[in-house]
């Protein structure tokens, strides 16, 4: 039996730290979706369409007539090339990682619009297969998804100015193809990396606000200590499963579909395509994503903000 008066000199047992296998959370991530599949899409796709119809709406005011188009709405960082854009979809995308990480956290899933205004009025209308929500969380989580997105937004499009004014300072005019073509790839590769660093974290600390109820980004980070460049390569391999069935599909739709000889699409047919193709994707994409994140944060943030 060991002394009373040695006991605080014992070494004290350290927790054992969990380890992300990341071969098998990508395996349960879809798992999970495939399980939940049907729930996950109701709670996604009414957000994701209203997603599309907007970009949509907001591509056919501002570039039907691209000269009248105002150049300080204007901006090569964001799809469509307008920093609205980033505005519009982040309410939307917002939603859906709430919807899902509500699932995951055993909140009530019941198909409701709710509308919140202020703090007291709150109205509800019960509608079997859609979600609607718009209150305080889905807000904030919102504003942080589009003030990322802004920020790398313009980073693009700063980064292309300067590329041209290098180019044009070093290079004979005009500038030919082959002078630009190496470093576009280049930064665009760059950017598409750089990028996807900068969505996957932001993902996260968005997953932890509405995980939570609270905004504890430091705490979000020091929780996946030795685990965050494996949470990096996960979110990477799902975000690069749904890349590439969206161009895979996207690519062998219109080799079949249009014939070589084919008229140029008009421009309202162009942008009818480029969002209702996209829409199916960026169900699977937000799903997928929330899902990731709520298997993280399910394991390395145990406790989740229960809700009504």
Known sequence: MTPISTLDELPAVLPKRRVLRIGKTVARVFDYCRANAWPLFLAAWFPCLLTTICLTVLALILFADPKQAP??????????????????????????????????????????????????????????????????????????????????????????????????????????PEDIAPWTSAMGVSNAFAGGVVLVWTYLFVGDFLWTGSFDPIGCWRALDGNRLRFVAIMFIVLAIVAILKYGLILAAGLILIPADAAPPSFLNLMLMHFGLAWPFDVLHLVLSAATVGTILGAFRPQPLRQS
């Open 71 to 176: 150049a300080w709405l204007l901006s090569r960082g964001f799809d469509p090339r307008t920093w609205l854009s980033a505005i519009v979809a982040a309410p939307f995308s917002a939603m859906v990682f709430a919807f899902v990480l509500d699932r995951m956290a055993n909140a009530s899933e019941h198909g409701r619009v709710v509308i919140r205004r202020g703090i007291e009025g709150v109205k509800r209308f019960a509608i079997p297969g859609m979600r609607f929500e718009l209150g305080q969380r889905i807000l904030l989580a919102a504003l942080l998804l589009a003030t990322i997105q802004l920020l790398c937004g313009f980073a693009v499009a700063g980064e292309h100015r300067l590329l041209v004014a290098g180019l044009l300072a070093t290079h004979d005019l005009p500038l030919r």
